[in-house]
């Protein structure tokens, strides 16, 4: 049973997903998009707005006890909408196409009125996600270990 104030708040996401992911049509197309990729054109406001909108969703998983792997992915989500919203052009297109927004309603929903356990999809992304991250913090300093071992500076 979700507390009636979190039921409002999921009410809330709801309508704001709509807005930014699929207020609009593309004419001919079964298309949707919202705000999110017309406010994005303006550096770090529409990035901002998704980021504060997938904190909002992150902070209600967690107030909902939503199982922490879905935690993750949703935060993930949203930390990869934001990076990626960064750049310019392209990532209004992944906005566009991508939706992050409804996908993390999609999740929180998905988990919010019946306890669903996290799925393979669920901690294989996160996994991945974490592995990335690793790496992304790891090569940088093995090339750094690397260059200073070649300068004669090694310090492994």
């Known amino acids: 049973m979700v507390p009636r104030h979190l039921e409002r708040r999921l009410e809330g996401l709801r309508s704001g997903a709509r ?3 699929g207020a609009f049509r593309v004419p001919g197309t079964s298309r949707r998009f919202g705000w999110d990729p017309i406010v994005g054109l303006i550096p770090w406001l ?3 707005v998704t ?3 997938g904190a909002i969703v992150f902070v209600t998983a967690v107030q ?3 199982p922490r792997v ?3 992915r949703i935060l993930f989500i949203a930390l990869f909408d934001f990076a990626v919203g960064l750049v310019p052009l392209a990532g209004d297109l992944v906005d566009f196409f991508y939706r992050a927004n409804a996908r993390n309603l999609a ?3 998905k988990h919010a009125y019946e306890s669903h356990p996290p799925d393979r999809e669920d901690w294989a992304i996160v996994g ?3 592995g990335a991250l690793a790496l992304v913090l790891f090569v940088p300093l093995l090339v750094l270990a690397l260059l200073l071992r070649s300068l004669g500076l090694a310090w492994i």
Do not use: M
Request: without cysteine; charged residues 20%.
């Open 46 to 48: 529409g990035d901002a």
């Open 70 to 72: 879905v935690q993750a």
């Open 51 to 53: 980021l504060v909108f």
């Open 19 to 21: 807005l930014l992911d």
């Open 107 to 109: 999740l929180l929903e």
């Open 128 to 130: 991945v996600t974490l």
């Open 64 to 66: 909902l006890r939503v």
